[in-house]
């Protein structure tokens, strides 16, 4: 098996469209056959949160299919969430499909900003008591209901 990050046979980058409700991979040609995926050949499909491996083995469960003589694979890519670019490495035996590198650095930025943010205090409203930001009803002289606009 070819560790991923060795050099490819092949590597390109796709743009997902979204067919039937989902963003599918559509692989066919020159590239799957010379990496051994060919017509009727199976092979097993298993997902990570950033990577879908498609690996030739005689117990898979999915097989190549064809059209026009040339091999295609098919499948969803919904695994790796909302994307719309994604790299493809050819290795013998073997296809990695992960998040294209810039949407994944975008992705992973995007997730510190916003973990960044829950931590961010909002300074319109009061925290917690303090002297310049007094409840209401503490404002208010007795007898009289505390509202907001009221100034005494």
């Known amino acids: 098996m070819a560790h ?11 743009t ?3 067919h039937k409700g989902a ?6 040609g020159k590239r799957l056959a010379d990496i051994g995926f060919s017509d009727g050949v199976r092979y097993e499909r298993t997902v990570s949160s950033d990577a879908i491996v498609l690996r030739l083995t005689p117990q898979g469960d999915r097989r190549v299919s064809h059209k026009a003589g040339r091999p295609v694979v098919d499948t969803l890519t919904r695994n790796l969430g909302d994307v719309s670019r994604i790299q493809v490495a050819f290795y013998p035996g073997q296809v990695y499909v992960s998040v294209h590198p810039t949407d994944l650095a975008i992705r992973d930025r995007l997730r ?3 973990r960044k943010e829950q931590h961010v205090v909002d300074h319109d409203k009061p925290q917690q008591w303090h002297p310049g ?3 209401w009803h503490r404002l208010a002289p007795e007898g009289r ?3 907001p606009g009221w100034y005494g």
């Open 133 to 135: 930001h007094q409840p």
């Open 112 to 114: 510190r900003l916003n």
């Open 23 to 28: 963003r599918r991979l559509w692989l066919e």
């Open 145 to 147: 209901d505390a509202q």
């Open 4 to 14: 991923r990050h060795s050099n490819p046979t092949h590597l390109i980058q796709r």
């Open 16 to 18: 997902l469209s979204a």
